[in-house]
């Protein structure tokens, strides 16, 4: 096994890599447009020169394979060009047919490949198929890089549960708002807007009761663009007030709860089991085929995913004041993987390496 990895590889060249890259780049664009399906870009070389590239721009429509394809002018050029996608190629009809069938019916000289996709309706059958048609098939080139690029799209597909991002600010002493749970401005605004592009980049965002009550969110896209997220909110008891913003009907939204269930235009009442749990609401989101949550809190919420082990990453924020008092923020295992000052502010990213 080892020897026919290293087989593949050898004919992997800085050439390669480097049109990979900019395959990965182009697959980036994607983000907070596509999902559920997992971000992509294709590069198509001739010679040293692209002659075609794209991305998968919107869910629902053509994948990165076709794009790229569409723009080579000179389609005699394919046999003897390179094609570089940074994920399988699908083998089977979804919204759009397949693309393994679309490489084959172009015939290019050499098809590299950077992660092969976990989805079982895919799983290796992209890569066969072109193979079986005697094109060159090589796989593995960046291929941690390009999992991590699409770290959500793996997630819901091996552990059956969307990416958890957790997310909160707190005060140089370690708290996440005062004792009267007010949390206003722990960060600065240049922190806040990354917030609003976090949530165009994510498929789902929740909150627990209390934030729900205390901070009345309206959990949207403000300060960038981009669309906003299913809006989701703990309310066991039903005991929020119908003039929060999380029920102005503006956007998707669900509200778990115990009581009742009940959908009007865009707002859905879920009645789970008494006394349900985290898992529970997953499970749901799973269902419906929501591929990243960003939980916003509050610290007993945010806490709860700590303990069970529920996240993937966290993003914390430790702003330039100190409350001397207050409801202490929750507490991450391990160390930062990244951090980065923004103005006043220090921004830490956690992983959930379980």
Not at 27 to 54: D, R
Not at 115 to 125: E, R, T, W, Y
Request: proline share 5%.
């Amino acid at each position: 096994m080892q020897k026919d990895l290293h087989l593949a590889h050898s004919h992997q060249t800085a050439q390669d890599l480097f049109f990979m890259r900019r395959a990965m780049e182009l697959a980036s664009l994607g983000l907070g447009q596509v999902s559920p399906n997992p971000m992509v870009g294709c590069v198509i070389v001739h010679q040293g020169q692209v002659i075609g590239e794209g991305y998968h721009e919107k869910y629902g429509e053509a994948h990165a394979e076709p794009m790229a394809i569409a723009r080579v002018k000179e389609k005699g050029l394919l046999p003897a060009s390179t094609l570089y996608v940074t994920l399988e190629p699908c083998a089977h009809h979804g919204k759009t047919p397949p693309c393994a069938d679309l490489i084959v019916s172009h015939q290019p000289g050499r098809v590299v490949v950077g992660a092969v996709d976990s989805n079982p309706l895919v799983g290796g059958k992209g890569i066969a198929r072109i193979k079986q048609a005697g094109i060159q098939v090589e796989t593995g080139l960046l291929e941690q890089e390009i999992r991590h690029q699409n770290r959500r799209f793996f997630t819901q597909m091996e552990k059956k549960r969307p990416y958890v991002l957790l997310k909160w600010a707190q005060t140089r002493d370690g708290f996440i708002a005062r004792t009267n749970y007010d949390s206003k401005w722990i960060s600065n605004p240049l922190s806040r807007q990354l917030v609003h592009r976090w949530r165009a980049e994510e498929s789902a965002i929740l909150v627990g009761t209390r934030t729900a009550y205390y901070d009345n969110p309206r959990l949207n896209v403000r300060d960038w663009t981009g669309k906003n997220p299913l809006r989701l909110v703990i309310d066991r008891e039903l005991s929020l007030a119908p003039e929060l913003h999380l029920f102005d009907d503006s956007q998707p939204t669900l509200i778990y709860n115990e009581k009742r269930a009940k959908r009007t235009r865009q707002t859905q009442w879920i009645q789970l089991n008494e006394g349900f749990g985290l898992q529970d609401i997953l499970n749901d989101l799973q269902q419906r085929n929501i591929q990243s949550l960003l939980v916003e809190g509050g610290a007993a919420l945010l806490r709860d995913f700590i303990q069970q082990g529920l996240w993937d990453e966290a993003r914390v924020f430790t702003g330039n004041t100190n409350f001397g008092q207050g409801i202490p923020a929750a507490t991450l295992p391990g160390f930062p993987v990244e951090q980065f000052k923004l103005d006043q502010d220090l921004l830490q990213i956690y992983k959930n390496h379980e």
